[in-house]
């Protein structure tokens, strides 16, 4: 019998959810990020209320950066997901807000607690900017603050895989900067943002992830008519 293979744009950890469940469930998994990270310079504006983070590297970028943390002792803290959430807290931020990990239902509910305020946005130069866009027309002050660039990888390599799942827009901009989509692949996007991308790209038939969690992904792969 041959074992599906299943791609995901995202270095994965031994304790990776979606390598656990999938590999039980015999399968092959692939995992690789596409993109390459530089930090880049910044300052902090003078005021602001809240810091809102898109991402894990968002937070890691920024705190490695950060000349002193007594600088964001009183601000508030706010994440787009679970999973930045906790990550932002193992690295010693108390975080006020946890969003829904997808843009919309995120935006509204942050609105109701950030009303009136200043929002600061640290983030990728490349980032789809979601939460900001949404809030354009709210009582919300949003800052914008580059912090860290993110690119395509100029090489890297892929196995020709049954199943894609990508984690991001630029992964998957990335991925077929280099490959073509095969009729008999299926692609599995993170969020509505990534579906988007990937229908942007050309491709009409993406499955979306009901979460932002490897667990969602790797439910949805198992779900995929075998």
């Known amino acids: 019998m041959n074992l599906l293979k299943v791609f995901i744009s995202r270095d994965l950890k031994k ?3 979606f390598q656990q469940i999938l590999t039980q ?12 990270f530089h930090p880049v310079k910044f300052s902090l504006p003078a005021t602001f209320d809240w ?18 943390r007594a600088l964001i002792d009183t601000k508030k803290i706010a994440t787009i997901g679970k999973g930045t959430a906790d990550f932002a807290e193992e690295l010693g931020l108390s975080v006020n807000f946890v969003g829904t990990g997808q843009p919309i239902t995120t935006a509204k509910n ?23 866009k949404l809030l354009l027309t709210s ?15 100029d090489h890297f390599s892929v196995p ?23 009729n008999s692949q299926h692609l599995v996007a993170i969020g509505k943002t990534t579906e988007n991308a990937l229908i942007q790209l050309g491709h009409k ?22």
């Open 15 to 17: 304790d990776s959810p």
């Open 25 to 36: 469930a015999n399968f092959l998994v692939y995992g690789k990020n596409l993109l390459q």
């Open 51 to 68: 810091l809102f983070f898109y991402s894990k590297n968002g937070v890691q970028f920024f705190l490695q950066s950060l000349p002193d």
């Open 110 to 132: 942050f609105e109701k607690v950030a009303s009136h305020q200043k929002v600061l946005f640290p983030r990728a130069k490349y980032s789809r900017q979601s939460i900001q």
């Open 139 to 153: 009582s919300i002050e949003c800052l914008d603050l580059v912090i860290y660039e993110n690119i395509p990888k």
């Open 160 to 182: 020709n895989c049954d199943i894609l799942v990508f984690t991001s827009p630029l992964n998957a901009i990335s991925y077929f900067q280099q490959y073509t989509y095969k």
């Open 205 to 226: 038939n993406v499955l979306t992830a009901t979460q932002p969690t490897e667990k969602a992904l790797a439910e949805l792969v198992l779900s995929l008519d075998r």
